[in-house]
C-alpha cells in the first residue's frame, strides 16, 4: 500500500475513532446519570439526554453528523478502492444508520424515540462500540503484519451481541415514530423501512459470519 494512502487511511481511521469514543462516552454518562436512583432532579434535567435535548434544530447533532461523515468517507473510499471493504454492505449498513439518523433524528425531531434513555442510548452504544472495536483493528493492520490474536476475535465476535442489540433497539425507534407522523406519506416510508430491517440485518449478519469462520480459521 502507497505510503500516501496508508497515512490517510490510518489519519481517517484515528479520527472517526475519536467521534465515536465521544458519543460512546455521552452514552456512559447518560447511562450513569438517568439510571443513578441517587440523582437529583436537577441533575437528571441537567445531565440526562446531554446529546438527546432538542434545542430547535433537531436532536442526537453530534451522532447525526458523525455517522454522515463516516458513511460517506466509508463509500467513497471503497468506490475507489482504497479498501477492500464490500460495497454492498457499506450501503446497507449506512441506509439502515441513516433511517434513523436522518429518517428519525433529522426529519422527526418530536418523535419519543428520541428521548428514550435505554433505547437511543442503546443505539448508541451498539453503533460506537462496533466502529470503536473494528476502527481499532484496522490501525493495528495498518501498523503491523502480526495482529494480536485477542484483536482479531473482538473484531470478528463482538457483532455477535451489538448487531441484535442494534436491531431490537433501532426496531424500537421507528415503531415508537410512527404515531408522530400518522397521516403523512412519511408514515408509509417508516413502515417499509421497518419490514427491511429483518432482511437488511439476516444480510450483514451473515456477512460477518462467513468472514469470522475465515479470519478465525487463518490464525489456527
Known amino acids: 500500500m502507497p505510503k500516501f494512502t496508508s497515512v490517510y487511511l490510518g489519519?481517517?481511521?484515528?479520527?472517526s475513532t475519536g467521534l465515536w469514543a465521544i458519543i460512546l462516552i455521552n452514552a456512559i454518562s447518560d447511562y450513569?446519570?438517568?439510571?443513578?436512583?441517587?440523582?437529583?432532579?436537577?441533575?437528571?434535567?441537567?445531565?440526562?439526554?446531554?446529546?438527546h435535548r432538542y434545542t430547535g434544530?433537531?436532536?442526537?447533532?453530534?451522532?447525526?453528523?458523525?455517522?454522515?461523515?463516516?458513511s460517506v468517507v466509508e463509500i467513497l473510499n471503497a468506490s475507489v478502492g482504497l479498501v477492500n471493504s464490500s460495497f454492498a454492505t457499506l450501503i446497507l449498513q449506512a441506509s439502515a444508520r441513516?433511517?434513523?439518523?436522518?429518517?428519525?433524528?433529522?426529519?422527526?425531531?418530536?418523535s419519543p424515540a428520541n428521548y428514550n434513555l435505554l433505547v437511543f442510548n442503546s443505539i448508541k452504544l451498539a453503533w460506537s462500540l462496533s466502529e470503536i472495536i473494528r476502527n481499532g483493528?484496522?490501525?493495528?493492520?495498518?501498523?503491523?503484519?502480526?495482529?494480536?490474536?485477542?484483536?482479531?476475535?473482538?473484531?470478528?465476535?463482538?457483532?455477535?451481541?451489538?448487531?441484535?442489540?442494534g436491531?431490537?433497539?433501532?426496531?424500537?425507534?421507528?415503531?415508537?415514530t410512527l404515531d408522530s407522523v400518522k397521516g403523512s406519506r412519511y408514515y408509509y416510508?417508516?413502515?417499509?423501512?421497518?419490514?427491511?430491517?429483518?432482511?437488511?440485518?439476516?444480510?450483514?449478519?451473515?456477512?460477518?459470519l462467513k468472514q469470522r469462520k475465515k479470519a478465525l480459521r487463518r490464525t489456527v
Request: charged fraction near 10%; hydrophobic fraction near 45%; aromatic fraction near 18%.
Open 11 to 15: 489519519l481517517y481511521t484515528i479520527i
Open 32 to 51: 450513569w446519570t438517568g439510571l443513578n436512583p441517587n440523582a437529583s432532579v436537577e441533575e437528571r434535567l441537567s445531565n440526562i439526554y446531554l446529546s
Open 57 to 70: 434544530e433537531y436532536p442526537h447533532r453530534f451522532l447525526v453528523l458523525t455517522q454522515l461523515f463516516n
Open 98 to 110: 441513516s433511517v434513523i439518523t436522518l429518517g428519525i433524528c433529522y426529519k422527526v425531531p418530536q
Open 137 to 165: 483493528f484496522y490501525l493495528f493492520k495498518l501498523s503491523t503484519n502480526r495482529i494480536p490474536q485477542p484483536v482479531i476475535w473482538l473484531r470478528y465476535s463482538a457483532f455477535i451481541v451489538l448487531y441484535p442489540l
Open 167 to 176: 436491531l431490537v433497539c433501532e426496531s424500537l425507534s421507528m415503531y415508537s
Open 189 to 208: 416510508f417508516v413502515i417499509l423501512s421497518l419490514t427491511q430491517y429483518i432482511p437488511g440485518f439476516l444480510i450483514l449478519f451473515s456477512h460477518m
